[in-house]
């Protein structure tokens, strides 16, 4: 591990994602969940108003804004560097006019209408790659190779659409998805994790991995989302000593207190 990557601290403000719907759906709970992250060493905090799992229900972008708008206020306020999760145009633009550092789309920026108020604004760009160009993850079935080649198709494409639409290249972040992103097989996401290297030299971006309790490290541990900590864990200091640049992660304290242990044992 050259460095330490930088950890976004997940705020789920939604009532069914799959690990903690309905616990920070209100603003006070959200708020104090936020600031402490912050306080645990996340530098970002990604704040998504509706859940991508199969069974989450649709959420309007008026609903996304309405949730998000308090949590945007206060927390910009309070000098956190915020991310916004979502798919939405209409949010992603709402969330421009709010000066947000970052924007996570689960579908990597499909829509070029939007393209001219990307390039007009200062924010970074999480590009993440799913398998089915849908609104939420889906399980498919390819084989992990078939996976990760199109994972190096769909960047070397949208890359490409976004630069050329005057989005500046040091603007975007990669993520290549995991868990029903990928597929209902755990070892396409292994798979996967195991090639960051090579993600990092094809593209030579900063690159993020979003394990945190997904659904191919309970397939090999058993565990509900609730018990994946030390699953999440492996993983994610796994992700960071193949060089990814971002982890996104609910337990920004435990993960913080890990890589400072291997910076640490790296050092001796």
């Not at 421009?96 to 920026?109: M, Q």
């Not at 393209?115 to 970074?124: E, G, I, N, T, V």
């Not at 990092?200 to 609730?226: E, I």
Request: aromatic share 6%; glycine share 6%.
């Amino acid at each position: 591990m050259n460095r330490r990557p930088a950890l976004l601290g997940i705020v789920n403000v939604t009532d069914d994602s799959f690990s903690d719907g309905g616990r920070y759906l209100e603003r006070d709970s959200a708020l104090a969940h936020a600031r402490a992250m912050a306080a645990q060493g996340a530098e970002i905090i990604d704040l998504g108003a509706a859940a991508s799992n199969p069974d989450a229900k649709p959420v309007s972008p008026e609903l996304e804004i309405e949730r998000l708008a308090p949590l945007v206020d206060i927390l910009t306020r309070d000098g956190l560097n915020l991310s916004i999760d979502s798919f939405s145009p209409q949010t992603q633009c709402w969330a421009l006019s709010r000066d947000v550092k970052y924007l996570n789309d689960v579908h990597g920026f499909p829509r070029p209408e939007i393209y001219p108020a990307l390039a007009a604004s200062r924010c970074r760009l999480i590009v993440m790659h799913a398998l089915l160009p849908t609104e939420s993850a889906e399980p498919a079935d390819r084989t992990p190779g078939d996976v990760f080649d199109r994972i190096l198709a769909f960047f070397e494409a949208r890359i490409a659409a976004l630069c050329e639409a005057g989005i500046a290249r040091h603007r975007l972040i990669l993520d290549p998805g995991m868990g029903l992103f990928l597929g209902r097989k755990p070892e396409t996401s292994f798979f996967v994790l195991r090639r960051i290297p090579e993600l990092k030299r094809a593209f030579d971006l900063p690159l993020l991995v979003s394990v945190s309790r997904k659904s191919f490290l309970r397939a090999v541990t058993g565990r509900t989302p609730a018990d994946s900590g030390p699953a999440t864990l492996a993983a994610e200091l796994f992700a960071a000593s193949q060089g990814v640049d971002y982890i996104r992660t609910h337990d920004p304290a435990a993960l913080g207190d890990a890589l400072a242990v291997m910076q640490s044992l790296e050092l001796a």
